[in-house]
């Protein structure tokens, strides 16, 4: 739905750095790359951001 | 016991602490994480919620946000209040939460809590409460970990030695006087390819009275004032222990 806020596994706030991350990556970036330049080092943070699916702008439609 | 600081970047530490012992370093790092307190949202009254997510939904991301503390105003128990007021259309972000006491704010400014669209409204009020990580982990003020020193063991002739510095995939080893040496102890994870680039005349050893302890901050308190504040914790913990056991063996 929306990005979580810490990091599932060992709780570092990752929250702030989605939307950095989705543009850099959107921009044709490797992700690889954007989540060292984040400094994101540990790979239960990074799957964080990897697998994640915004799905918020998809259910602000239906909303009464 | 010899305290020196080996790596330090962003909100992370490593510390290279010789002469002591694991139980003191694990007691240390024990306390750091579960019994420091630090502010983190508690309870709150949500007076209007317009947007696409549930209250629980909202009060759970709030809780998560670490929130910057002032250790000598705020002690166990202590609470105080925060605001969110905003209207849509906007990304309500973790730094429109207003806060009665300026010196508490949150530390990641773009945390985003919810999206709202328009004439959408949410209005939140938030009492914050300084408590321990063993009670829940949003009040764990940091990430503490340490391992043991890694010591290489064992000679090795020079040509031996190009061998195992080449086999090490993270290329800490280095020929110093006839001997190997671990360069950078604290990004050696173990891996025990010099030990088998050596055909066995070396030798990986954990060190037992050295260790590299890992700090890393969520940001509500420094590591500085999380080490010593766990410190003064377990000190209270032994005298109250020491207290209650005089005269009851004789």
Same mark, same amino acid.
């Given at each position: 739905?929306?990005?979580?806020?810490?990091?599932?596994?060992?709780?570092?706030?990752?929250?702030?750095?989605?939307?950095?991350?989705?543009?850099?990556?959107?921009?044709?970036?490797?992700?690889?790359?954007?989540?060292?330049?984040?400094?994101?080092?540990?790979?239960?943070?990074?799957?964080?951001?990897?697998?994640?699916?915004?799905?918020?702008?998809?259910?602000?439609?239906?909303?009464? | 016991?010899?305290?020196?600081?080996?790596?330090?970047?962003?909100?992370?530490?490593?510390?290279?602490?010789?002469?002591?012992?694991?139980?003191?370093?694990?007691?240390?790092?024990?306390?750091?994480?579960?019994?420091?307190?630090?502010?983190?949202?508690?309870?709150?009254?949500?007076?209007?919620?317009?947007?696409?997510?549930?209250?629980?939904?909202?009060?759970?991301?709030?809780?998560?946000?670490?929130?910057?503390?002032?250790?000598?105003?705020?002690?166990?128990?202590?609470?105080?209040?925060?605001?969110?007021?905003?209207?849509?259309?906007?990304?309500?972000?973790?730094?429109?939460?207003?806060?009665?006491?300026?010196?508490?704010?949150?530390?990641?400014?773009?945390?985003?809590?919810?999206?709202?669209?328009?004439?959408?409204?949410?209005?939140?009020?938030?009492?914050?409460?300084?408590?321990?990580?063993?009670?829940?982990?949003?009040?764990?003020?940091? /990430?503490?970990?340490?391992? $043991?020193?890694?010591?290489?063991?064992? !000679?090795?002739? @020079?040509? *031996?030695? %190009?061998?195992? &510095? +080449?086999?090490?995939?993270?290329?800490?080893?280095?020929?110093?006087?006839?001997?190997?040496?671990?360069?950078?102890?604290?990004?050696?994870?173990?891996?025990?390819?010099?030990?088998?680039?050596?055909?066995?005349?070396?030798?990986?050893?954990?060190?037992?009275?050295?260790?590299?302890?890992?700090?890393?901050?969520?940001?509500?308190?420094?590591?500085?004032?999380? /080490?010593?504040?766990?410190? $003064?914790?377990?000190?209270?913990?032994? !005298?109250?222990? @020491?207290? *209650?056991? %005089?005269?009851? &063996? +004789?």
């Amino acid at each position: 739905m929306i990005i979580p806020v810490r990091c599932f596994s060992c709780g570092k706030v990752i929250g702030d750095l989605y939307y950095k991350f989705a543009e850099e990556v959107q921009k044709g970036r490797d992700p690889k790359e954007v989540l060292d330049e984040l400094g994101i080092k540990r790979y239960c943070c990074r799957r964080m951001l990897l697998s994640h699916v915004e799905l918020i702008d998809e259910v602000i439609k239906y909303k009464v | 016991m010899n305290i020196k600081k080996v790596f330090e970047e962003g909100n992370e530490v490593k510390l290279l602490i010789t002469g002591t012992n694991i139980a003191l370093i694990n007691a240390i790092r024990r306390t750091a994480m579960s019994e420091v307190p630090v502010l983190a949202i508690e309870d709150l009254a949500i007076h209007r919620n317009d947007s696409v997510l549930f209250d629980e939904y909202i009060g759970a991301r709030l809780g998560l946000l670490p929130l910057k503390t002032d250790l000598k105003t705020y002690k166990l128990g202590d609470k105080v209040k925060l605001v969110l007021k905003e209207k849509g259309p906007k990304m309500v972000l973790s730094s429109d939460i207003k806060c009665s006491d300026p010196s508490v704010e949150v530390v990641n400014k773009e945390v985003p809590i919810v999206k709202l669209r328009d004439n959408e409204e949410i209005f939140i009020e938030m009492q914050a409460e300084a408590n321990i990580g063993k009670e829940h982990v949003k009040w764990q003020p940091a /990430l503490v970990a340490y391992n $043991e020193m890694p010591k290489l063991e064992g !000679k090795v002739s @020079e040509r *031996e030695a %190009k061998e195992v &510095i +080449k086999s090490c995939p993270k290329k800490i080893l280095e020929f110093k006087a006839g001997k190997i040496i671990i360069e950078k102890p604290y990004e050696c994870d173990l891996c025990g390819y010099c030990e088998i680039a050596s055909k066995g005349k070396l030798k990986l050893v954990p060190s037992n009275n050295s260790f590299i302890f890992t700090i890393e901050t969520y940001g509500g308190l420094t590591n500085q004032e999380i /080490l010593e504040k766990s410190v $003064e914790v377990l000190e209270a913990k032994c !005298k109250e222990f @020491e207290s *209650e056991i %005089k005269g009851k &063996i +004789k």
